[in-house]
């Protein structure tokens, strides 16, 4: 009896695991969107967030796509490379970087911001894992040599390393009231939703030709 009991126990966990990652192991093309809180979805649900309307969209479309939301409130670049790294295991094809804006927002060194970047994406290209870089920019209330030096620090990293790349996450978000929640600086989920758009036009043309 203890024999079936155990039997009956790991078959379920197995069913359940099967579950759970069925949408990862079945996907033609498994993206990460690793980023702060904008990714997480910060004061919206799950399901309000730019990762998950993506996917959604992309799968309208016709696209065979799984995006796991990677996003963790408050982050700074300094997490990229050691987040990035426990994600391999499930082998993505394309990681979405949405990095640097807590860093800019605290007032961190540039430098160090593009360091910190720089690693991930060397570590990606390494396992052949796509990039598609998100550009951020901040207020200029930071001073214009600050803003315009982080604003360029992305375009810095494009280049170098030949990425794709958003040239701006929040374009037409950021600084706008009625797409904001009342901090001013997390998106409601119409912003989310104008994300989304933003992200799909640069992220459609790399993924594999629909069939």
């Given at each position: 009896m203890r024999y079936f009991r155990h039997f009956f126990l790991w078959?379920?966990?197995?069913?359940?695991?099967?579950?759970?990652?069925?949408?990862?192991?079945?996907?033609?093309?498994?993206?990460?969107?690793?980023?702060?809180?904008?990714?997480?979805?910060?004061g919206v649900s799950r399901e309000e967030a730019y990762p998950y309307l993506l996917e959604k969209e992309l799968l309208s479309k016709g696209h065979a796509v799984k995006v796991i939301n990677a996003g963790i409130s408050g982050s700074t670049s300094a997490s990229a490379v050691s987040r990035l790294k426990w994600y391999l295991r499930i082998q993505p094809d394309i990681v979405i970087l949405a990095l640097g804006g807590n860093d800019g927002l605290r007032g961190l060194s540039v430098e160090h911001m593009k360091h910190n970047l720089s690693k991930a994406i060397e570590l990606a290209k390494s396992e052949k894992i796509l990039v598609l870089l998100s550009g951020m920019q901040i207020p200029l209330n930071y001073g214009t040599e600050y803003?315009?030096?982080?604003?360029?620090?992305?375009?810095?990293?494009?280049?170098?390393?030949?990425?794709?790349?958003?040239?701006f996450l929040l374009n037409k978000v950021g600084g706008v009231s009625s797409m904001n929640q009342p901090d001013g600086i997390h998106p409601n989920p119409e912003g989310h939703q104008i994300i989304t758009r933003t992200v799909l036009e640069y992220l459609e043309p790399l993924l594999p030709k629909k069939n």
């Open positions: 078959f379920a966990i197995i069913i359940f695991g099967i579950i759970l990652f069925s949408g990862i192991t079945f996907a033609q093309t498994l993206i990460i969107a690793l980023g702060d809180s904008l990714t997480e979805g910060f803003t315009e030096s982080f604003r360029k620090a992305f375009y810095e990293l494009a280049k170098n390393y030949k990425l794709p790349m958003i040239p």
